[in-house]
């Protein structure tokens, strides 16, 4: 592909000299000086040519490998004056959506969409769909702020936050990516074991030269990533499809799992497959991959068209993951879950008793074969056994299949995740190889020590997912908030701000995490025994108090100005609702306002409209 580049750049302009009879041309549109200049050299015997032939191929892939600069590199097709939508100008669009898709099919979705299946069956389907919209409207945010700004998310905030505040962002953000990169690696070694036998700390290790398909990828172009991306969702969609189509649920069933309901029994593992959904490391990246196509942000008109389509794209490929998970969540419902089981001491999965189970059971069961079955622990490491026991070894093989492709792909993401934040809030180039070297190495720590736990303790590879995603749950607001903050500010985004139900909607989501992960922290700390109660309540109110304080600093001037409207907001109604003209109304100085009489409808909407006209 570089190859091809250079010598379109070379032999093009040969071939249009020789055409115009002329060896002394404008060269302004080419990309670079260094490009005039071989360029200009062509009308020179061909050993000279062939030499600036092969010193363009020696220096631009060191420009690729040092580091990821996508930025501008597609134009895409415009809109027509009379058109309201084009597929054209779509396609030209698309591509960012799927790759932003891959980490809502990580390896950390496919454990809870299984643990949902088993252990409520369809009952948490509302769950699934009502968060994948909800990541819609903040993905559609995060596009936007990176299509309006021309920066995404890192840089804004070292640009907008104080020095102490974006070194914390940045702390948790790293954080995030290295908890997913250690589910990634886990679930590429399960994988392994499964298709190929290997032990699981030779896959783990193994892991470790898939870097190389990101860097041989990247020298491609953004397309080419993109395409890559597109063709692993494919691969997902055939192995958990096929599973699938081998038990499919009850229509019946399904619908009633859309309306909202969380049994007494469901309440952790709903809280898992929300927590399991929104990444903060997703937000990063795609404020940043849009970036890619490039747009002339002083025109209005271009930068709606684009946070349309964008969305669009978003929108897409959402819908597949979501169609995906629902498809892993409907295969174990169908073949594991049991009322006896949910409601035992430890909610738990119907699993029928095989050698490729050894988990302390919580009762016994009878499986959808009629089998005597046992209570048990289900997770990604020991799923497979579970399916080929029902579904034959066909199905645990294209089960292990969609794991790879997931594991592979989280990966990528997390690579690419990684070199922008690291470029955003360091302001520094790391190269590519140093940068999955760095991460993979922290990385394949705590997975190796799970493997080699895994044969004394059988869930430590599954519990390792697990406090993978408790890491993502608690790091997510901390990218979610600063894009409330960049999104509302009319200064930032101009006519291009956050309507005001999105506010509102992506606002009340965040305080729902935030105080979901408050609690989190009462129940794990709590919960270590060898610790006095009245010091493990101490430190779970001190986790809190510090959690509920470091993110309130992330938006602590937009709260305040938002407790002074709501403020003036409370003195309107108290005029509206004791005093009789506007003589009477005082201000906050004491003084009179203008002697003008109001009705209460008229002066509840003046109100209003002062309250909702300064969200931001």
Same mark, same amino acid.
């Not at 088993?118 to 009952?123: A, E, G, N, P, V």
């Not at 699938?244 to 969380?262: D, K, Y």
């Not at 597949?320 to 006896?340: G, M, Q």
């Not at 080699?452 to 408790?470: C, F, H, K, R, W």
């Given at each position: 592909? %570089?190859?091809?580049?250079?010598?379109?750049?070379?032999?093009?302009?040969?071939?249009?000299?020789?055409?115009?009879?002329?060896?002394?041309?404008?060269?302004?549109?080419?990309?670079?000086?260094?490009?005039?200049?071989?360029?200009?050299?062509?009308?020179?015997?061909?050993?000279? %040519?062939?030499?600036?032939?092969?010193?363009?191929?020696?220096?631009?892939?060191?420009?690729?490998?040092?580091? @990821?600069?996508?930025?501008? &590199?597609?134009?895409?097709?415009?809109?027509?004056?009379?058109?309201?939508?084009?597929?054209?100008?779509?396609?030209?669009?698309?591509?960012?959506?799927?790759?932003?898709?891959?980490?809502?099919?990580?390896?950390?979705?496919?454990?809870?969409?299984?643990?949902?299946?088993?252990?409520?069956?369809?009952?948490?389907?509302?769950?699934?769909?009502?968060?994948?919209?909800?990541? *819609? @409207?903040?993905?559609?945010?995060?596009?936007?702020?990176?299509?309006?700004?021309?920066?995404?998310?890192?840089?804004?905030?070292?640009?907008?936050?104080?020095?102490?505040? !974006?070194?914390?962002? !940045?702390?948790?953000?790293?954080?995030?990516?290295?908890?997913?990169? %250690?589910? +990634? @690696?886990?679930?590429?070694?399960?994988?392994?074991?499964?298709?190929?036998?290997?032990?699981?700390?030779?896959?783990?290790?193994?892991?470790?030269?898939? +870097?190389?398909?990101?860097?041989?990828?990247?020298? *491609?172009?953004?397309?080419?990533?993109?395409?890559?991306?597109?063709?692993?969702?494919?691969?997902?969609?055939?192995?958990?499809?096929?599973?699938?189509?081998?038990?499919?649920?009850?229509?019946?069933? %399904?619908?009633?799992?859309?309306?909202?309901?969380?049994?007494?029994?469901?309440?952790?593992?709903?809280?898992?497959?929300?927590?399991?959904?929104?990444?903060?490391?997703?937000?990063?990246?795609?404020?940043? @991959?849009?970036?890619?196509?490039?747009?002339?942000?002083?025109?209005?008109?271009?930068?709606?068209?684009?946070?349309?389509?964008?969305?669009?794209?978003?929108?897409?490929?959402?819908?597949?993951?979501?169609?995906?998970?629902?498809?892993?969540?409907?295969?174990? +419902?169908?073949?594991?879950?049991?009322?006896?089981?949910?409601?035992?001491?430890?909610?738990?999965?119907?699993?029928?008793?095989?050698?490729?189970?050894?988990?302390?059971?919580?009762?016994?069961?009878?499986?959808?074969?009629?089998?005597?079955?046992?209570?048990?622990?289900?997770?990604? $490491?020991?799923?497979?056994?579970?399916?080929?026991?029902? /579904?034959?070894?066909?199905?645990?093989?294209?089960?292990?299949?969609?794991?790879?492709?997931?594991?592979?792909?989280?990966?990528?993401?997390?690579?690419?995740?990684?070199?922008?934040?690291?470029?955003?809030?360091?302001?520094?180039?790391?190269?590519?190889?140093?940068?999955?070297?760095?991460?993979?190495?922290?990385?394949?720590?705590? $997975?190796?020590?799970?493997?080699?736990?895994?044969?004394?303790?059988?869930?430590?590879?599954?519990?390792?997912?697990?406090?993978?995603?408790?890491?993502?749950?608690?790091?997510?607001?901390?990218?979610?908030?600063?894009?409330?903050?960049?999104?509302?500010?009319?200064?930032?985004?101009?006519?291009?701000?956050?309507?005001?139900?999105?506010?509102?909607?992506?606002?009340?989501?965040?305080?729902?995490?935030?105080?979901?992960?408050?609690?989190?922290?009462?129940?794990?700390?709590?919960?270590?025994?060898?610790?006095?109660?009245?010091?493990?309540?101490?430190?779970?109110?001190?986790?809190?108090?510090?959690?509920?304080?470091?993110?309130?600093?992330?938006?602590? &001037?937009?709260?305040?100005?938002?407790?002074?409207?709501?403020?003036?907001?409370?003195?309107?109604?108290?005029?509206?609702?004791?005093?009789?003209?506007?003589?009477?109304?005082?201000?906050?100085?004491?003084?009179?306002?203008?002697?003008?009489?109001?009705?209460?409808?008229?002066?509840?909407?003046?109100?209003?409209?002062? /309250?909702?006209?300064?969200?931001?």
């Amino acid at each position: 592909g %570089v190859s091809g580049a250079v010598k379109n750049i070379i032999h093009s302009h040969s071939s249009s000299a020789k055409a115009n009879g002329e060896h002394s041309r404008s060269w302004s549109h080419l990309n670079s000086q260094e490009d005039v200049e071989i360029a200009q050299d062509i009308s020179m015997d061909s050993s000279v %040519v062939q030499h600036q032939e092969n010193q363009a191929w020696a220096e631009i892939p060191v420009r690729y490998f040092r580091y @990821v600069d996508n930025q501008g &590199e597609i134009n895409p097709r415009h809109e027509q004056p009379d058109e309201t939508w084009s597929w054209r100008t779509f396609l030209s669009y698309a591509g960012p959506g799927f790759l932003v898709a891959i980490a809502y099919l990580d390896p950390g979705n496919l454990e809870a969409d299984l643990q949902a299946g088993s252990y409520t069956k369809y009952q948490l389907t509302w769950v699934l769909l009502g968060t994948s919209l909800i990541g *819609l @409207v903040i993905q559609g945010m995060s596009a936007r702020l990176g299509i309006v700004t021309g920066k995404h998310l890192a840089q804004l905030c070292r640009q907008e936050y104080s020095a102490t505040k !974006w070194v914390s962002l !940045w702390v948790m953000s790293e954080i995030s990516i290295i908890a997913s990169d %250690v589910q +990634a @690696v886990i679930t590429s070694a399960v994988a392994l074991k499964i298709l190929f036998g290997l032990p699981l700390w030779m896959g783990c290790i193994l892991t470790a030269f898939d +870097a190389l398909t990101f860097l041989s990828l990247h020298l *491609l172009g953004i397309r080419s990533l993109e395409g890559f991306f597109v063709a692993i969702v494919a691969v997902m969609s055939i192995c958990f499809f096929y599973t699938f189509s081998l038990n499919p649920p009850s229509p019946v069933e %399904v619908l009633q799992g859309v309306v909202p309901t969380i049994p007494s029994y469901g309440l952790s593992t709903a809280v898992g497959v929300v927590g399991s959904l929104i990444l903060p490391q997703n937000y990063y990246v795609h404020s940043a @991959v849009v970036l890619s196509r490039k747009i002339d942000r002083r025109n209005a008109v271009e930068v709606r068209e684009a946070n349309k389509y964008m969305l669009a794209d978003a929108g897409v490929a959402l819908f597949v993951a979501f169609l995906l998970n629902f498809a892993v969540i409907s295969n174990f +419902a169908e073949l594991f879950f049991h009322i006896d089981c949910a409601t035992a001491s430890t909610t738990s999965a119907c699993i029928a008793d095989s050698d490729g189970f050894h988990h302390h059971h919580y009762g016994t069961c009878t499986t959808q074969d009629n089998e005597q079955g046992f209570c048990q622990h289900i997770g990604l $490491s020991d799923a497979d056994a579970a399916l080929e026991h029902v /579904l034959g070894h066909t199905a645990g093989y294209v089960w292990a299949l969609g794991l790879l492709a997931s594991g592979q792909s989280s990966t990528m993401t997390i690579t690419y995740a990684g070199q922008f934040i690291n470029e955003g809030f360091g302001e520094f180039h790391i190269p590519l190889y140093q940068r999955i070297s760095l991460c993979r190495l922290v990385a394949l720590i705590p $997975s190796v020590i799970a493997a080699v736990l895994e044969a004394t303790y059988p869930s430590s590879m599954d519990d390792a997912t697990q406090v993978g995603n408790i890491i993502a749950s608690i790091c997510v607001p901390f990218a979610i908030l600063p894009m409330l903050k960049f999104c509302t500010s009319t200064r930032l985004m101009g006519e291009h701000t956050m309507s005001v139900w999105s506010v509102y909607l992506v606002s009340a989501v965040t305080i729902f995490l935030i105080i979901l992960n408050c609690g989190l922290f009462f129940e794990y700390i709590i919960a270590l025994k060898f610790l006095p109660v009245f010091l493990t309540t101490f430190l779970s109110c001190l986790a809190s108090v510090g959690y509920l304080y470091l993110n309130y600093q992330m938006v602590d &001037e937009e709260m305040n100005i938002l407790a002074l409207r709501c403020i003036d907001y409370l003195e309107r109604c108290y005029c509206c609702c004791f005093c009789t003209s506007g003589s009477d109304r005082p201000t906050r100085n004491g003084q009179k306002k203008s002697n003008v009489e109001m009705s209460d409808s008229q002066c509840l909407d003046t109100s209003s409209t002062a /309250l909702f006209n300064g969200h931001q």
